[in-house]
T-cell receptor, first 110, second 111 residues
Framework: QKEVEQNSGPLSVPEGAIASLNCTYS??????FFWYRQYSGKSPELIMF????GDKEDGRFTAQLNKASQYVSLLIRDSQPSDSATYLC??????????FGSGTRLQVQP | DVKVTQSSRYLVKRTGEKVFLECVQD?????MFWYRQDPGLGLRLIYF???????EKGDIPEGYSVSREKKERFSLILESASTNQTSMYLC??????????FGPGTRLTVL
């Protein structure tokens, strides 16, 4: 079992819709949770991080964390074609480096 | 603005060659990392370093070594490159708030 699981997609949503990206993790000791966006041929860039259970909002992005269910999600409201990218979920436990999922490819259709 | 730079964007080497990938960060971060990224496998940690001259193996260290002689520089070394090391290599550094910044990546092809 992978430590961080994501559906590879592609997830296709129409422009203006809400895109929901999901991630589960296996290490109950995980303390920090991150969402990165990666455009084709580019390196990942940080979108959001979340440490506590509940929701965290930043502009059109909302991260949701449920530690009991070992589940973290990213919602993108009013999706734009420029949001089309691969979204990587990452978790951190202790001093270890981030552990990444394989990513979900999002396609926003104009 | 944090900057992580890598010595090459694209590199082509032959099997058996010794390959050096350089990474430099300008924000005085203590923690630096090397990942490789392959389709369907995601980002996998090769080595990391928490301080100068300190290194720890990640999940896939075989065939690689690293060097951290100065705080700002973390080098990845392929002692004898093989075709299965063809990949995108990403360097990263991390600040005290756990925000990890990536370099632009080096796409290495081993022929």
């Amino acid at each position: 079992q992978k430590e961080v699981e994501q559906n590879s997609g592609p997830l296709s949503v129409p422009e203006g819709a809400i895109a929901s990206l999901n991630c589960t993790y296996s290490d109950r000791g995980s303390q920090s949770f991150f969402w990165y966006r990666q455009y084709s041929g580019k390196s990942p860039e940080l979108i959001m991080f979340i440490y506590s259970n509940g929701d965290k909002e930043d502009g059109r992005f909302t991260a949701q964390l449920n530690k009991a269910s070992q589940y973290v999600s990213l919602l993108i409201r009013d999706s734009q074609p420029s949001d089309s990218a691969t979204y990587l979920c990452a978790v951190k436990a202790g001093r270890r480096a981030l552990t990444f999922g394989s990513g979900t490819r999002l396609q926003v259709q104009p | 603005d944090v900057k992580v730079t890598q010595s090459s964007r694209y590199l082509v080497k032959r099997t058996g060659e010794k390959v050096f990938l350089e990474c430099v960060q300008d924000m005085d971060h203590e923690n630096m990392f090397w990942y490789r990224q392959d389709p369907g496998l995601g980002l996998r940690l090769i080595y990391f370093s928490y301080d100068v001259k300190m290194k720890e193996k990640g999940d896939i260290p075989e065939g690689y070594s690293v060097s951290r002689e100065k705080k700002e520089r973390f080098s990845l070394i392929l002692e004898s490159a093989s075709t299965n090391q063809t990949s995108m290599y990403l360097c990263a550094s991390i600040n005290g708030e756990d925000t990890q910044y990536f370099g632009p990546g080096t796409r290495l092809t081993v022929l």
